[in-house]
């Protein structure tokens, strides 16, 4: 099976996603330009809790072709970060 999803880019200097919320995030200096991250207490961080410079744009995580999770009382602590699972 296959499936086309399109994703919305927000500028960072205009809108951040809600902290903690995993999303991809774009960084053209990076080695990596467009990874799994999140903003954090006014900063952005990698996946696994790195943090990244000169974030430019995001958009929210793909959902893929299974049901997407939306309830906070999901959510997984790890690392220190809270990471929070998007599928079932």
């Known amino acids: 099976m296959s499936a086309i999803e399109a994703l919305q880019w927000h500028t960072a200097d205009e809108q951040l996603p809600d902290d903690g919320i995993t999303v991809l995030v774009h960084a053209p ?16 961080l990698s996946a696994e809790g790195f943090e990244i410079a000169n974030v430019i744009e ?4 793909p959902a893929g072709t299974r ?21 079932t």
């Open 29 to 44: 200096d990076d080695s990596e330009p467009v990874w799994p991250g999140y903003h954090e207490g006014g900063r952005w």
């Open 58 to 61: 995001w958009a929210e995580m």
């Open 67 to 87: 049901k997407r999770i939306s309830s906070p009382d999901l959510a997984i602590h790890q690392g220190g970060a809270e990471q929070r699972p998007l599928f």
